[in-house]
């Protein structure tokens, strides 16, 4: 689990659209790490010229999530989110 931060590594997922998602209790689950890692990605895919998001719940008024979104309470609003960014950044396949 996690995002890898090495260059190299990032550079072969540059053509395809990355999204990190994370709620809050960050700290008091010591994911300060791991967020900064997927952070670090975003950044990376970014700068070569891909499609690097990171969607931080909390920035949105999204809040009392754990590390499994999508069996909290608020998992419509966070699958709601998910979906507009796949709409925006991930080509539809017509077949």
Partial sequence: VG???DP??????????????Y???IK???QTGRLEACRTTAEIIRSKGGI???MELTEQGIFG???ILMQDNN?????????????QNVP???N
Wanted: glycine share 6%; charged share 20%.
């Fill in 8 to 21: 190299e590594t990032v550079d072969k997922l540059a053509g395809i659209p990355f999204l990190a998602v």
């Fill in 75 to 87: 998992s419509a609003a966070i699958a709601d989110q998910i979906l507009a960014w796949l709409a």
């Fill in 23 to 25: 709620g809050d209790y």
């Fill in 3 to 5: 995002c890898p931060t």
């Fill in 52 to 54: 690097g998001t990171m």
């Fill in 65 to 67: 999530n754990t590390h």
């Fill in 28 to 30: 008091s689950r010591n």
């Fill in 92 to 94: 539809a396949d017509d």
